[in-house]
């Protein structure tokens, strides 16, 4: 692997798969919205409306991280998963028809696909999309599938559980870890949705970053693979939030209101595959991934 285009460098997980690239040698082409801040030595920092043709060239990988939705922000509105998500991905495939050696890495959710499950669920589990947003990642994987088909393509798809850590910011009132230690750290009350009793699976970002590398790093086999990507812990949001109060020393203040209809009661997800596959397992425990993230929430605090 020597050069690798990324699409949504500038988002959270973004911005930690360039630096592990170029920490590792790898010529990285990192594609953001607007130009920002450089990456540093080894990332070619360029704009989205880019031809796609132009930015593939000598890449053996192209990693897709970009997703301008949120499973809340497109509760009631199926078409900015079409306009922001889908349309953009087939573009990419279209280009992709006359480049099938080049690597496509997918990361699509494993915290929304499944719907609810009574046990962790396998890959081979059907996806049963509740939201418009988990709709859009199972069409973009069936797109995916079909290029590979069609034109010998190599692609993986990755389904991660909810990952957190330094350097996620709230966006669009996605992600309970940093809205939490937000509401902590400014003393304000959060709204939380439910009883409390949901349960989910939370993965830190330096874990799964190195399931992004294990794929990335190794040869992969022509066709579709995809690889559900967790902790393997069940955790409910009662649990969660006291371990966030127990790290920060506070206590947070809760507004409690009924569950909405996209929520789901029970995400729990069957590392098996991966750890089997590429023999990548989770190495940071909840507590630690927790602590490190609060550490990086108050230095970040201007």
């Not at 028809?97 to 890495?105: E, G, K, Y």
């Not at 499950?117 to 797109?143: I, M, N, Q, T």
């Not at 009350?189 to 799964?208: A, H, K, N, Q, V």
Request: proline share 6%.
């Amino acid at each position: 692997m020597r050069k690798v285009l990324v699409v949504g460098a500038a988002g959270f997980i973004g911005q930690h798969l360039v630096r592990a690239l170029a920490a590792g040698g790898v010529s990285v082409i990192a594609q953001v919205h607007q130009r920002q801040g450089d990456f540093g030595p080894g990332v070619q920092t360029v704009i989205a409306d880019t031809a796609a043709e132009t930015l593939l060239q000598g890449c053996d990988a192209v990693a897709w991280l970009a997703s301008g939705t949120t499973p809340a922000g497109s509760a009631s509105d199926p078409l900015p998963e079409l306009r922001s998500n889908l349309a953009p991905l087939l573009k990419l495939l279209h280009t992709l028809q006359s480049r099938p050696d080049c690597h496509l890495l997918y990361v699509s959710s494993g915290g929304t696909l499944y719907g609810d499950v009574d046990r962790p669920a396998s890959e081979s589990l059907a996806a049963h999309p509740r939201s418009y947003y988990a709709a859009g990642k199972a069409a973009a994987e069936h797109f995916i599938e079909a290029w590979c088909q069609q034109h010998s393509g190599t692609a993986t798809v990755l389904r991660p559980s909810n990952v957190y850590g330094p350097g996620q910011t709230l966006h669009g009132g996605f992600g309970v870890i940093p809205a939490a230690m937000a509401c902590l750290r400014d003393g304000k009350p959060m709204t939380l949705w439910g009883d409390g009793e949901s349960l989910r699976d939370y993965l830190y970002i330096d874990d799964f970053i190195a399931a992004c590398m294990a794929v990335l790093q190794r040869p992969s086999p022509q066709g579709l693979r995809v690889f559900n990507v967790c902790s393997g812990q069940a955790t409910s949001l009662r649990q969660l939030l006291a371990l966030i109060e127990q790290v920060a020393g506070r206590t947070l203040q809760r507004d409690q209101r009924p569950a909405r209809a996209v929520d789901l009661r029970r995400v729990l997800l069957d590392g098996t595959r991966i750890r089997e596959a590429l023999g990548w397992a989770p190495r940071t425990s909840l507590h630690d991934g927790l602590q490190r993230t609060w550490r990086w929430l108050n230095a970040a605090q201007p």
